[in-house]
């Protein structure tokens, strides 16, 4: 028997009925019995007006459709809407690319399925039995524009006064019921799943392994395996090497809770070649909730995972050239704010561990070119209680055919990349304590670089993973490392320049200040602090002198600018000042043949100076000082009793800056302990300091001193409450005890 005698339905007859259908109306088309021919079609049939895409005519099985509430013409949506017509899963025709519409837009539609719901038309009015017997009833749809215009509008015959529409398509509809409605659908939902590309599978989890019962053409496409070589077989055999054990764990499992699952894993074709597969697993129930089969949907998603590794590569690229960006800029910025050399490399040693590597060493050469010199001078760890295991164990990398690595290196040999360490080195098995110490460390990979700078090899940078988790370093860890030893090699040589010029200045520096002499009744402390930015050298300066008369010369000055040339010319003018002092010359007068000499040879741009001579007053038991002050800070004078005075006497402008101003000489009279200070403006002005609330807190700072038999604790006082270690300016501080 045929498929129609079995099902109750054919699509061949289906077809021939909305045939002959079609060729009656196009025969008759152009002849006045149209109608006629339409309203004893043996199906519903419409026409639609192609240019308005309205149904213009319903025959009376069409009519019945809408239920004859219809008013035509109607727009096709609205038509088929009244007509309760939707796709198979239950959407309006509105709402899809339905045959109707496109039968409107002039394309045939050859035979397409179509439900019909009497309970979405008939709304709440729907009885129960309607609605019940609603369910599965379909229709077929054909569809196609007719040849020649036809003599209806609206049901009516064309009269003269009603030319007829240029433009029509004609669409039949036949009913479908039963089960050949449903076996229809299983043959064509068999069909298009044959038919399609992506690949089918269904499983027998009845049976061991759960095998595979049927698949599509297209599994067999995608996998290159024959039908007779998949069926009867778990679906695993298209795993291979690389596929994601973890990926196949999860499946599985999802299996056994029967439940649905996508995975996209790693497979293998026949032929060996790999790709990846987008599975998706489904369960498939029994009327008694009891699983009956597994479906599989595969799909080559290669393509997709492959644009979508470049893109994570891209970004993983990216974001890795951001951090190395990041760790030489936070490499070279912590290198350069030390101002010495051992500075410089702890900092690269903290910045090294734990962004590139486990631990790392470095190691300075105390004199270039001869590496037997060299010096550890900085070690880390990201753990620190295995610090000191890679301080104690020196050379942790395996000598090679070469040597020594790090030797090589320090030698001016080129730098080292060791991807992989042995876990047991020869060179170490005849020391027990430093291979105990190899192996608590257990280095994975190396890298020694040398730190290098103007042609010359400073010392060596050694980076190290530790087993098991430490990354293999490649070609790519080596240049940064070369960078960043590059970076630290010039970070070094310009603190040992910077060392070689701090000691240089401070030589001169105390080459130019007086030692502090014994004179007999003054108890003399002094102290000098050159600038924080400077070359530890500036224009500040103290004298204390006995002069040939019995008198005490005391200074204090300070040349404009705190460089070398400041120093220089503040050298000039303290032997100028001394020499004028030598003399036995008033302070006025000292003060006013320097401004001179200034003046006439340009020694010095301009200072500030106070010059004062201590003499015994015997009359008083005390001393006379007479000063006279150019432009300088006040002296402060701390009386026995431990009031402060400002002497503020005849202030007068700066040294080198005028010659017709008249300067004088202001004596004051002093007792036995009393306390004379004198200090440059380094120690009171500088950014963000007012200079007399500075003077106040020094005033206050010397009043509450209850002790000033030590004159160096006092000044050690002063700078500690003046915050001295941060100056910009260098300064001064002399402070005498008169007894």
């Known amino acids: 028997m045929g498929a129609g005698a079995e099902t109750g339905y054919d699509d ?59 008013t035509l013409p109607l727009d096709v949506d609205a038509w088929s809407e009244a007509a309760g017509l939707t ?13 109707l519409s496109r039968v409107a837009q002039g394309m045939p539609v050859s035979g397409e399925p179509v439900a019909v719901s009497d309970a979405a038309r008939k709304g709440s009015e729907a009885t129960l039995e309607e609605r019940e017997e609603a369910e599965g ?34 669409v039949v509809f036949l009913q479908l019921s039963g089960a050949g409605a449903q076996r229809h659908l299983e043959m064509m939902r068999d069909r298009a799943v044959v038919a399609t590309e992506l690949s089918f599978t269904i499983s027998d989890p009845a049976r061991g392994q759960n095998p595979l019962v049927w698949v599509n053409p297209a599994f067999t496409r995608l996998t290159g395996y024959d039908l007779d070589e998949v069926l009867g077989r778990n679906c695993r055999f298209l795993q291979g090497p690389n596929t994601d054990p973890t990926s196949i764990s999860r499946i599985r499992s999802a299996l056994a809770d029967e439940r649905p699952i996508t ?70 910025a912590a290198m350069t704010a030390s101002l010495d050399s051992g500075g410089a490399a702890r900092a690269l040693a903290r910045i090294v561990v734990p962004a590139l590597a486990d631990y790392c060493c470095v190691d300075l050469l105390d004199e270039v070119g001869d590496p037997a010199s060299s010096t550890r001078v900085a070690v880390n760890h990201r753990d620190d209680s295995k610090t000191d295991t890679v ?7 395996t000598p090679t055919e070469d040597g020594d690595p790090v030797d090589r ?17 020869e060179g170490l098995r005849g020391d027990s304590d430093l291979l105990a110490r190899y192996e608590q460390l257990r280095p994975r990979s190396a890298i020694v670089v040398p730190l290098r700078a103007r042609g010359q090899v400073l010392g060596a940078l050694t980076l190290g993973t530790e087993l098991p988790y430490g990354r293999r370093y490649s070609q790519r860890d080596l240049y940064l490392a070369s960078d960043l030893a590059a970076r630290a090699g010039l970070a070094v040589d310009n603190a040992r320049l910077y060392a070689r010029e701090h000691g240089a200045a401070e030589t001169l520096q105390r080459s130019l200040l007086p030692a502090v002499p014994d004179v007999p009744g003054l108890t003399v402390a002094s102290r000098y602090l050159a600038a924080t930015d400077g070359a530890q050298v500036g224009g500040d300066w103290y004298d204390l002198l006995p002069l040939p008369d019995g008198a005490v010369g005391v200074a204090v000055g300070d040349v404009v600018g705190h460089d070398l040339r400041a120093a220089a010319a503040m050298g000039e003018l303290r032997g100028v000042l001394r020499s004028y002092a030598w003399e036995g010359l008033g302070p006025d007068t000292v003060i006013d043949r320097c401004n001179d000499l200034v003046q006439g040879l340009g020694m010095a741009a301009m200072a500030t100076a106070i010059f004062g001579r201590l003499v015994r007053d015997d009359d008083r038991n005390g001393w006379l000082l ?13 009386r026995g009793d431990g009031t402060v005075e400002l002497l503020t006497g005849n202030l007068s402008p700066l040294i080198g800056a005028t010659r017709e101003v008249e300067r004088d000489c202001t004596e004051v009279h002093c007792l036995p302990g009393d306390l004379l200070v004198l200090h440059t403006d380094g120690l009171i002005e500088g950014p963000n300091m007012d200079p007399d609330e500075r003077t106040d807190l020094l005033v206050r700072t010397l009043a509450e001193q209850t002790d000033v038999e030590d004159v160096g604790a006092i000044c050690d006082r002063i700078l500690e409450v003046l915050g001295a270690d941060g100056l910009r300016d260098d300064a001064v501080l002399l402070a005498i005890r008169l007894g």
């Open 137 to 170: 009833r379909l229709l077929w749809v054909t569809g196609f524009p007719l040849s020649e215009a036809t003599d209806v509008i609206g049901g009516d015959l064309v009269d003269d006064d009603h030319p007829a529409p240029d433009r029509l398509a004609l």
């Open 626 to 638: 007479g000063y006279c002050n150019a432009g300088h800070p006040p002296p402060l004078l701390r």
């Open 87 to 99: 796709d198979l899963s239950g959407r309006p025709m509105r709402d899809t690319a339905s045959p």
């Open 12 to 70: 061949a007859p289906m077809a021939e009925e909305a045939a002959r259908v079609r060729d009656t109306v196009t025969v008759q088309s152009a002849g006045s019995d149209l109608p006629q021919v339409l309203h004893t079609a043996p199906a519903a049939v419409a026409l639609i007006d192609l240019d308005a895409g309205t149904v213009t005519y319903a025959n009376g099985s069409a009519q019945e459709l809408t239920g004859g509430r219809a």
């Open 263 to 332: 995975e996209v894993l790693l497979n293998y074709r026949r032929d060996g070649t790999a790709f990846w597969n987008q599975v998706s697993i489904s369960p498939v129930f029994d009327g008694g909730g009891r699983v009956v089969n597994f479906v599989g949907v595969q799909a080559d998603v290669t393509e997709r995972v492959m644009v979508e590794n470049e893109r994570r590569a891209a970004l993983a690229a990216a974001e890795e050239t951001r951090e190395q960006l990041r760790l030489l800029t936070d490499s070279t």
């Open 409 to 425: 290196v320090l030698g001016g040999g080129n730098p080292s990349l060791l991807p992989e360490l042995p876990v047991r080195p």
């Open 391 to 397: 301080a104690a164990l020196g050379r942790w990398i």
